[in-house]
Protein backbone atom coordinates (compact mmCIF):
# COMPACT_ATOMS: atom_id res chain seq x y z
CA UNK A 1 0.00 0.00 0.00
CA UNK A 2 0.74 3.37 -0.69
CA UNK A 3 2.53 5.32 2.22
CA UNK A 4 0.89 8.55 3.03
CA UNK A 5 2.51 11.40 5.00
CA UNK A 6 4.22 10.40 8.90
CA UNK A 7 4.54 7.18 7.26
CA UNK A 8 0.81 6.17 7.55
CA UNK A 9 -1.15 4.54 4.28
CA UNK A 10 -2.34 6.87 1.68
CA UNK A 11 -6.12 7.18 1.78
CA UNK A 12 -7.71 7.11 -1.00
CA UNK A 13 -9.03 10.26 -0.77
CA UNK A 14 -5.61 11.88 -0.28
CA UNK A 15 -4.82 10.37 -4.00
CA UNK A 16 -7.42 11.63 -5.08
CA UNK A 17 -6.83 15.12 -3.91
CA UNK A 18 -3.14 14.94 -5.21
CA UNK A 19 -4.17 13.93 -9.10
CA UNK A 20 -6.76 16.41 -8.87
CA UNK A 21 -4.13 19.43 -7.78
CA UNK A 22 -2.22 17.73 -10.77
CA UNK A 23 -4.87 18.16 -13.16
CA UNK A 24 -5.53 22.02 -11.76
CA UNK A 25 -2.10 22.79 -12.42
CA UNK A 26 -1.98 21.83 -16.02
CA UNK A 27 -5.59 23.07 -16.90
CA UNK A 28 -3.69 26.64 -15.66
CA UNK A 29 -0.46 26.40 -17.29
CA UNK A 30 -2.03 25.01 -20.85
CA UNK A 31 -4.19 27.79 -20.53
CA UNK A 32 -1.65 30.59 -19.55
CA UNK A 33 0.51 28.62 -22.82
CA UNK A 34 -2.56 29.20 -24.84
CA UNK A 35 -2.76 32.94 -23.82
CA UNK A 36 1.45 33.17 -24.85
CA UNK A 37 0.64 31.54 -28.54
CA UNK A 38 -2.19 33.36 -28.81
CA UNK A 39 -0.05 36.94 -28.03
CA UNK A 40 2.29 35.84 -31.05
CA UNK A 41 -0.47 36.14 -33.12
CA UNK A 42 -2.56 38.89 -32.30
CA UNK A 43 -2.72 41.75 -29.67
CA UNK A 44 -3.67 41.36 -26.05
CA UNK A 45 -7.13 43.11 -26.99
CA UNK A 46 -7.74 41.16 -29.50
CA UNK A 47 -7.31 37.98 -27.26
CA UNK A 48 -10.43 36.17 -26.24
CA UNK A 49 -10.91 34.21 -23.08
CA UNK A 50 -13.30 31.93 -25.24
CA UNK A 51 -10.61 31.39 -27.95
CA UNK A 52 -7.90 30.18 -25.41
CA UNK A 53 -10.75 27.65 -23.42
CA UNK A 54 -11.39 26.42 -27.50
CA UNK A 55 -7.83 25.76 -27.70
CA UNK A 56 -7.46 23.92 -24.08
CA UNK A 57 -10.74 22.01 -24.85
CA UNK A 58 -12.70 23.32 -22.02
CA UNK A 59 -15.21 25.72 -21.48
CA UNK A 60 -14.87 30.07 -21.40
CA UNK A 61 -16.47 29.31 -17.23
CA UNK A 62 -13.60 27.12 -16.84
CA UNK A 63 -10.80 29.54 -17.69
CA UNK A 64 -13.04 32.41 -15.32
CA UNK A 65 -13.51 29.69 -12.33
CA UNK A 66 -9.39 29.62 -12.75
CA UNK A 67 -8.40 33.23 -13.27
CA UNK A 68 -11.33 35.21 -12.42
CA UNK A 69 -11.11 37.77 -15.27
CA UNK A 70 -9.68 38.60 -18.36
CA UNK A 71 -6.92 40.67 -16.69
CA UNK A 72 -6.01 38.38 -13.90
CA UNK A 73 -5.22 35.09 -16.28
CA UNK A 74 -2.75 38.42 -17.91
CA UNK A 75 -0.99 39.02 -14.44
CA UNK A 76 -0.38 35.37 -13.78
CA UNK A 77 1.06 34.88 -17.84
CA UNK A 78 3.53 37.96 -16.91
CA UNK A 79 4.63 36.95 -13.65
CA UNK A 80 5.03 33.20 -14.86
CA UNK A 81 7.31 34.53 -17.73
CA UNK A 82 9.13 37.05 -15.68
CA UNK A 83 10.16 34.62 -13.39
CA UNK A 84 11.09 32.29 -16.07
CA UNK A 85 13.14 35.24 -17.91
CA UNK A 86 14.99 36.21 -14.52
CA UNK A 87 15.87 32.46 -14.11
CA UNK A 88 17.65 32.29 -17.41
CA UNK A 89 19.66 35.74 -16.17
CA UNK A 90 20.60 34.70 -12.71
CA UNK A 91 21.65 31.53 -14.53
CA UNK A 92 24.33 33.64 -16.73
CA UNK A 93 25.69 35.53 -13.76
CA UNK A 94 26.21 32.24 -12.00
CA UNK A 95 28.35 31.18 -14.92
CA UNK A 96 31.00 33.33 -13.68
CA UNK A 97 31.11 32.80 -9.87
CA UNK A 98 34.39 35.54 -8.41
CA UNK A 99 34.37 37.45 -11.76
CA UNK A 100 31.60 40.16 -11.68
CA UNK A 101 32.07 42.06 -14.95
CA UNK A 102 32.16 38.88 -16.95
CA UNK A 103 28.68 37.97 -14.97
CA UNK A 104 27.18 41.28 -15.83
CA UNK A 105 28.43 41.60 -19.35
CA UNK A 106 26.52 37.81 -19.75
CA UNK A 107 23.66 38.39 -17.86
CA UNK A 108 22.74 41.46 -19.87
CA UNK A 109 23.48 39.79 -23.37
CA UNK A 110 20.95 36.98 -22.15
CA UNK A 111 18.69 40.02 -20.83
CA UNK A 112 18.97 41.75 -24.31
CA UNK A 113 18.57 39.13 -26.79
CA UNK A 114 15.44 37.28 -25.38
CA UNK A 115 13.90 40.78 -24.90
CA UNK A 116 14.60 41.37 -28.73
CA UNK A 117 13.95 37.69 -29.77
CA UNK A 118 10.65 37.26 -28.18
CA UNK A 119 7.53 39.93 -28.23
CA UNK A 120 5.60 38.75 -24.80
CA UNK A 121 8.84 39.41 -22.74
CA UNK A 122 9.28 42.99 -24.43
CA UNK A 123 5.35 43.67 -23.71
CA UNK A 124 6.58 43.34 -19.67
CA UNK A 125 9.84 45.09 -19.91
CA UNK A 126 8.48 47.91 -21.25
CA UNK A 127 5.59 47.66 -19.17
CA UNK A 128 2.69 48.94 -21.76
CA UNK A 129 4.97 52.24 -22.67
CA UNK A 130 4.52 51.86 -26.21
CA UNK A 131 0.44 50.85 -26.09
CA UNK A 132 -2.58 52.67 -24.57
CA UNK A 133 -2.84 51.58 -20.65
CA UNK A 134 -6.23 50.03 -21.79
CA UNK A 135 -4.68 47.94 -24.78
CA UNK A 136 -1.75 47.26 -23.49
CA UNK A 137 -0.87 43.73 -21.85
CA UNK A 138 1.93 45.21 -20.53
CA UNK A 139 -0.20 47.90 -19.16
CA UNK A 140 -1.44 45.58 -16.37
CA UNK A 141 1.88 45.52 -14.79
CA UNK A 142 1.13 49.66 -13.82
CA UNK A 143 -2.71 49.16 -13.75
CA UNK A 144 -2.11 48.57 -9.84
CA UNK A 145 0.69 50.47 -9.31
CA UNK A 146 3.03 46.88 -10.01
CA UNK A 147 5.77 47.86 -12.60
CA UNK A 148 8.21 45.04 -13.93
CA UNK A 149 11.51 48.04 -12.45
CA UNK A 150 10.79 46.98 -8.94
CA UNK A 151 10.32 43.37 -9.26
CA UNK A 152 13.30 42.83 -11.17
CA UNK A 153 16.26 45.41 -9.32
CA UNK A 154 14.84 43.64 -5.78
CA UNK A 155 15.21 40.17 -7.38
CA UNK A 156 18.66 41.10 -8.63
CA UNK A 157 19.64 43.00 -5.76
CA UNK A 158 18.93 39.90 -3.68
CA UNK A 159 20.81 37.75 -5.70
CA UNK A 160 23.83 39.89 -5.62
CA UNK A 161 23.85 40.23 -1.78
CA UNK A 162 23.57 36.27 -1.60
CA UNK A 163 27.16 36.65 -3.66
CA UNK A 164 28.81 39.92 -1.82
CA UNK A 165 27.24 38.80 1.56
CA UNK A 166 30.30 41.94 2.44
CA UNK A 167 28.87 44.37 0.21
CA UNK A 168 26.87 47.52 1.34
CA UNK A 169 22.83 46.75 0.68
CA UNK A 170 22.46 50.47 -0.14
CA UNK A 171 24.83 50.47 -2.98
CA UNK A 172 23.83 47.01 -4.41
CA UNK A 173 20.53 48.00 -4.56
CA UNK A 174 21.39 51.48 -6.59
CA UNK A 175 23.66 49.18 -8.93
CA UNK A 176 21.12 46.60 -9.23
CA UNK A 177 18.55 49.96 -10.14
CA UNK A 178 21.50 51.58 -12.36
CA UNK A 179 21.63 48.19 -14.10
CA UNK A 180 17.82 47.63 -14.50
CA UNK A 181 17.04 50.89 -15.64
CA UNK A 182 20.00 50.78 -18.81
CA UNK A 183 18.98 47.62 -20.02
CA UNK A 184 15.28 48.94 -20.42
CA UNK A 185 16.68 51.90 -22.12
CA UNK A 186 18.06 49.61 -24.71
CA UNK A 187 15.77 47.38 -25.19
CA UNK A 188 13.18 50.12 -25.77
CA UNK A 189 15.79 51.84 -28.52
CA UNK A 190 18.53 49.13 -29.39
CA UNK A 191 21.99 50.87 -29.96
CA UNK A 192 24.01 47.88 -31.14
CA UNK A 193 23.52 44.04 -31.25
CA UNK A 194 23.00 42.91 -27.76
CA UNK A 195 26.49 41.05 -27.25
CA UNK A 196 28.22 44.85 -28.35
CA UNK A 197 25.69 46.88 -25.76
CA UNK A 198 26.84 44.07 -22.79
CA UNK A 199 30.37 44.42 -23.10
CA UNK A 200 29.82 48.30 -23.25
CA UNK A 201 27.87 47.83 -20.28
CA UNK A 202 29.71 45.93 -18.34
CA UNK A 203 33.07 48.10 -18.85
CA UNK A 204 31.02 51.02 -18.11
CA UNK A 205 30.03 49.18 -14.46
CA UNK A 206 33.08 47.74 -14.10
CA UNK A 207 35.09 50.38 -11.71
CA UNK A 208 32.11 50.65 -9.37
CA UNK A 209 31.77 46.69 -9.43
CA UNK A 210 35.18 47.03 -8.20
CA UNK A 211 34.68 49.25 -5.45
CA UNK A 212 31.29 47.17 -4.01
CA UNK A 213 32.33 43.97 -4.38
CA UNK A 214 35.60 44.65 -2.62
CA UNK A 215 35.57 42.63 1.09
CA UNK A 216 36.61 45.35 3.45
CA UNK A 217 37.75 43.75 7.12
CA UNK A 218 34.90 44.43 9.61
CA UNK A 219 37.60 45.53 12.12
CA UNK A 220 38.83 48.28 9.67
Known sequence: MTAGPGGRPATESSIRLSYAEKVRELLRESLLDAAGEALARDS?????????????????????????????????LLLRESIRFLNEVEAALDEHPGDAVAGLTAALEVFLRLSAEQPLLRAIIVSGGDDSRHSSLGALLTGQGATV????????????????????RDQVLSYADAVVRLAISHVILPAARPEVTATELGQVFAPYLSRITTQIPRNA
Do not use: I
Open 44 to 76: WTATRMADLAAAVGVSRQTVYNEFGSKDELGRA
Open 149 to 168: LPFVTDRLTGHFLTEWPEAD
